[in-house]
């Protein structure tokens, strides 16, 4: 299953009434889960033979698919003047592009749109987020190598 498959099985969820959905293909696993304060409904899928075999290889940067662009399309907040930018993905949000860089961006920053702002690990994929929009960094909302779930808040961003 590639990274493509999966964003759409976590938008089919996101769609859905299903609360969670388990896959279990061999020794490949993936779990997503959505608004665990609504009851719904459980789905899970087992299959015979894993259909995937990710390689230990060294994983390098690559850049975000564009449906992962698309899904990442920032929300307005409460403030006219504020927007929050979410993870487009389940992944690990990574700050720096490498272990002892500096940040891609620092609360303060100038940021335009299309601009790298993080990058996101997903099944050994290191996905490089762009900004959707032009403004100033108002506040990281996610802890550098920390888990983050698909549409949570990442930044928040004041608009230029």
């Not at 900004?131 to 100033?136: D, H, I, Q």
Request: hydrophobic letters at 40%; glycine letters at 4%.
């Amino acid at each position: 299953m590639d990274l493509k498959q999966i964003q759409e099985l976590i938008k089919a969820v996101n769609k859905s009434e299903l609360s969670e959905l388990s896959i279990k293909d061999g020794d490949f696993e993936i779990t997503i889960k959505q608004n665990p304060h609504i009851e719904g409904q459980v789905a899970t899928y087992s299959a015979p033979q894993p259909i995937v075999h990710i390689p230990q290889a060294h994983p390098a940067p690559v850049a975000a698919a564009p449906a992962a662009a698309e899904v990442a399309a920032p929300a307005q907040t409460s403030s006219e003047n504020l927007v929050t930018i979410k993870s487009p993905m389940i992944g690990t949000f990574y700050r720096s592009p490498k272990p002892g860089e500096p940040p891609f961006v620092n609360v303060g920053d100038s940021i335009s749109a299309g601009e790298h702002i993080c990058i996101i690990e997903a099944m050994k994929l290191f996905n490089e987020i762009e900004s959707e929009v032009s403004g100033k960094i108002v506040k990281v909302l996610a802890d550098d190598a920390s888990p983050v779930e698909y549409d949570q808040p990442l930044f928040l961003v004041e608009i230029a």
